[in-house]
């Protein structure tokens, strides 16, 4: 029963945008019953499931779009994350967890970072986390120290293609089809760009709040330096400026007991709305089609 109600969050969450559904309606229409499916998992079975997780391993990143969603460029002083802090809020993570459906390795740019391999090692080796992906650029190629890593079949490479900026998107390509790695590039077409708007804040109410969160329906979690926070634009944003509330987040740097941080989880995936929506157009009419990657200046 539980294997068929994940394989269906799954089917619908993946498959569904191939059969023509536009992924952000799909994703807003499953979350009700994604979170119900949460719900029933761990208060009927103790089982503490999370669909998608990602894990920026940096800030940086060698190209400045100017509405990124992580918002990377106005990061005054971007920082790569600890080699050692990321494998243990890794480790923590997967120890707390029963289930992670996909989990990804990004940035910033995540092939800028130099110490990859034991990163992907970990979540690979994690029986609990069922598919690995790593979200590029496609200006970098991938060392040939990782090649090996990067080759198996729970792991993919998705190639975010913005044209001409993606300089060595089809050199990757091409790489990880000779070495036997999984890999995809996802074009503008299959990849909308919206506008997640600046981080000023709007002052809407709880009932506008609700409905805009409804609207949403985010389901990626973001681990951001130790803190399990309910959206990337949560994460992100609360190093801008954004409050960070510790109710909006879940703290792998504590020491509380193993319990105590599936009850946070689960709460943090039950939420109804985040203080963070207040600086944020996603699920309003003002998170409108945008060009792809748009540039700041010239690439850096
Ligand atoms: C923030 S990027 C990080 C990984 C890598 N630097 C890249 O660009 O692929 C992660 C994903 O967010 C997407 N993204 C960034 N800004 C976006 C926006 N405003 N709307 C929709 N997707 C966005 C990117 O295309 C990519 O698929
Ligand atoms: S490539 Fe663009 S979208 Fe990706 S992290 Fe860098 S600035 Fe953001
Ligand atoms: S801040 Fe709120 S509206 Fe914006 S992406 Fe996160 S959950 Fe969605």
């Known amino acids: 029963m539980k294997e068929r109600l994940l394989e269906a969050i799954f089917f619908f969450a993946e498959k569904g945008k191939h059969i023509g559904v536009k992924r952000e309606i799909l994703r807003a229409r499953l979350f009700p019953f994604y979170r119900f499916v949460c719900r029933v998992l761990y208060r009927g079975g103790n089982y503490l499931y999370l669909y998608h997780v990602e894990l920026p391993v ?3 990143c060698n190209l400045r779009c100017k509405n990124c969603v992580f918002m990377m460029p106005y990061f005054e002083k971007p ?13 923590k993570l997967f120890d707390t967890i029963d289930a992670i459906q996909i989990f990804r390795i990004l940035g910033g740019e995540p092939f800028l ?11 690979l080796n994690s029986d609990k986390v069922k598919t ?25 490479i998705q190639i975010s293609d913005y044209g001409k900026l993606s300089r060595k998107r089809d050199e990757i390509k091409t790489l990880c089809d000779d ?15 919206f506008d997640p708007g600046d981080l000023h804040f709007r002052g809407r109410n709880k009932k ?8 949403c329906g985010e389901i990626c979690r973001n681990l951001h330096d130790g803190r399990l926070y309910f959206c990337p634009r949560a994460a ?12 909006e987040y879940v703290d792998f740097a504590s020491d509380k007991s193993r319990e105590q941080l599936r009850k946070e989880i689960y709460e943090l995936n039950q939420k109804r ?11 309003t009419d003002d998170y409108v089609p945008i060009p792809v990657a748009e540039q700041l200046t010239d690439e850096k």
């Open 132 to 156: 690995v992906e790593i979200v590029t650029n496609g200006t970098i190629l991938p060392s040939e120290d990782l090649l090996k890593t990067l080759k198996n079949p729970k792991l993919k």
């Open 79 to 91: 920082r790569d994350f600890q080699t050692e802090d990321l494998l243990k809020y890794e480790k």
């Open 179 to 193: 070495n036997g790695i999984n890999c995809v590039i996802r074009g503008s077409d299959e990849k909308n760009w």
């Open 58 to 60: 940096t800030q940086r």
């Open 208 to 215: 506008e709040l609700k409905r805009q969160f409804a609207n």
């Open 113 to 123: 970072y130099k110490n990859l391999k034991p990163i992907i090692i970990e979540a």
């Open 236 to 247: 992100f944003g609360t190093k801008l400026g954004i409050p960070d509330l510790e109710s």
């Open 273 to 283: 709305y985040l203080l963070a929506c207040n600086y944020c157009n996603e699920g």
